[in-house]
């Protein structure tokens, strides 16, 4: 009975994952799953995850429950659960109420951005805070906002500098359209920061006084080893900066599901159907670098219409119903696109590894869908 089940799913996988003729590439599924089981602190809704090396070698798949102060380190081949870190909110280790993310650069050097103020808090492995980094609150500094560290936006350290992402900045006041930085820089060794020179695009950027869904600015970006590559929600365009944030390129890299693109004009007032409308209309999702096979993935949801009585929190949390990831080469030429089948993958849970990329499987419609295991689908590219 099982082996019927499986086979049905491959038939239906492989029905529903379209590809076009005039590409070179597209991803498969390669009939191979892995689960983790969760702790019952955390559910599916990761928000924050990663690999983290050791100086060992050794990998894991790191991840941040949602609901309490831990952090997660998984054998990732075995999967099972080999560490977990909890952090303290108070108290002389405390790192504040909430932390937006975490970013692991080691067992003792662990970062975890306040939601709430401009600063992070060093960890170790045990929990105690190992020190703070503060920025923003200088009058002679720029005045940066919180940072995050998440899929899709993470911070990385290169050469000694903690790279942090910047939302747009309301505290540039009328400038922030045209102001607000994608990114700061913290010298770990001087603790100087500075502002990056590429800015968010101005419009993307809405009026404050305007209604807005909250992802007209969204942005996402990956790291090559050499250059970051941006990518907007409501923009075509990916942008390749230098690690001193100056613009290299912009280059077009559009989906072929996705008839043109466009912030929309007039936003509902209601959360619910701002929500709605949020899972239906085309935008661009999350960027992501292949090292082991020099590629980068970018994903598209193109325009949608929902059934009545979709739980809508749910659905915008588990990666909206339909994405397709286009595929390019190292010069950022398109040269695959796979359409994925509706309501069975997280387009917004993923991860690299040097057999391919794995996409969560936990999407809340899926009928195999467990809330006791993050489970992954392994995505490899083949040629058409």
Do not use: W
């Not at 009939?31 to 019952?40: A, C, G, K, N, R």
């Not at 405390?94 to 060093?122: D, Q, R, T």
């Not at 595929?327 to 069975?344: C, S």
């Amino acid at each position: 009975m099982k082996f019927f089940v499986f086979i049905c799913l491959l038939a239906l996988l492989s029905c529903n994952t379209q590809s076009h003729k005039d590409y070179l590439y597209e991803l498969k599924f390669a009939d191979e799953s892995i689960s983790f089981p969760l702790s019952t602190s955390t559910t599916t809704y990761i928000k924050s995850l990663s690999i983290f090396t050791d100086s060992l070698g050794k990998k894991y798949l790191a991840f941040m429950s949602n609901d309490e102060p831990e952090i997660y380190l998984y054998d990732i081949h075995k999967a099972n659960l080999v560490k977990t870190i909890r952090f303290h909110k108070e108290g002389p280790d405390g790192v504040g109420p909430k932390a937006g993310g975490f970013f692991m650069a080691g067992f003792n050097e662990i970062y975890l951005p306040s939601l709430y103020v401009p600063e992070i808090s060093k960890i170790d492995s045990a929990g105690h805070k190992l020190g703070v980094l503060r920025f923003g609150d200088s009058p002679q500094s720029f005045p940066f906002i919180t940072t995050r560290s998440v899929i899709g936006l993470p911070m990385l350290e290169i050469d000694n500098s903690l790279y942090c992402p910047q939302l747009v900045n309301p505290r540039l006041g009328d400038k922030q359209k045209t102001d607000s930085p994608v990114a700061m820089r913290i010298d770990l060794g001087t603790l100087d920061t500075d502002a990056s020179d590429f800015c968010y695009p101005s419009f993307l950027c809405k009026e404050s006084h305007v209604p807005s869904l909250g992802i007209e600015s969204k942005a996402s970006y990956c790291y090559n080893g050499k250059e970051f590559i941006y990518s907007f929600a409501f923009d075509e365009n990916l942008y390749v900066l230098s690690t001193d944030f100056k613009l290299i390129k912009k280059v077009n890299a559009s989906s072929k599901y996705i008839d043109g693109i466009s912030i929309p004009d007039n936003v509902p007032t209601q959360m619910d159907l701002g929500i709605k409308m949020m899972c239906e209309i085309p935008y661009y999702g999350d960027i992501i670098y292949d090292e082991y096979r020099q590629l980068y993935y970018r994903i598209a949801y193109p325009k949608d219409s929902l059934k009545e009585g979709e739980s809508l929190s749910d659905m915008m949390q588990s990666g909206r119903t339909r994405f397709s990831i286009i595929i390019l080469d190292k010069d950022l030429n398109v040269v695959g696109e796979t359409m994925f089948p509706e309501n069975l993958y997280r387009s917004n849970l993923y991860y690299i590894e040097k057999d391919g990329l794995y996409i969560s499987s936990n999407h809340y419609k899926n009928s195999h869908y467990n809330e006791d295991n993050l489970s992954f689908d392994r995505f490899i590219v083949t040629e058409n």
